[in-house]
């Protein structure tokens, strides 16, 4: 079980995440975490900005990390969090409130924050690959061409829009498809294999899904 009766939890969530619906969640979070961990000494830190979340991640001193937020929160989280020695590095889980929520799949987490939370109490602590690419690392997905691109544009039109979550990203995406669909040429690698590709979308998976499923 993870974590034992007497650990030291600490849940970052991010209030923005999911459209304002990590903020919804945030004063649930530490009375759920007592209910299934009546023994356990409990801090809930609401993150303000993605190097708020770098240095948590470089500095938190847990037995259990708990990520409230979206596949973004926990990417930004991972990236000082694994370069912290081994003996050093608490334990990582994922509480889903974002509008993706792939890599909760990936980990077989409720969908539902409340019901994730409760299922910490059933998880069994399990070794995961990450990947790493120049010197950012990925624990999902790691892709190129028109879904980068769209991502991109999202960020673009977040700073002009009031929107935010699926109709944001909506908008972003048929914005690209109309301006910048282009393929990209690629010599590509696996193993001993070596192989030329034109795409659209080239995606390096470390788990079943991505785009929100």
Known sequence: MVPNAHSQISALVNP???????????????????????????????????????ELGRSVKADLLLCVGGDGSVHDLAQTLISRPASQRPALA???????????????MPLEPLAALHALRDCQLVQVDVGKVNDRY??????????????LKTE???????????RLYTRAAINTIIHDLVQHKAHCRIGEQSFECEFLIFAVQNGPTYGSG
């Open 16 to 54: 923005a995440a999911g459209s304002g619906r990590g903020a919804r969640v945030l004063p649930l979070v530490k009375a759920a975490l007592k209910a299934s961990f009546p023994a356990a000494e409990i801090q809930v830190i609401a993150t303000q900005s993605r190097e708020h979340i770098f």
């Open 94 to 108: 994922f509480i889903p409130v974002g509008s993706g929520n792939d890599y909760a799949r990936t980990l077989g």
């Open 138 to 151: 990925f624990l999902e997905t790691l892709s190129f061409g028109a879904d980068a691109a769209v991502a």
């Open 156 to 166: 673009e039109m977040r700073l002009t829009s009031k929107e935010r979550g699926t």
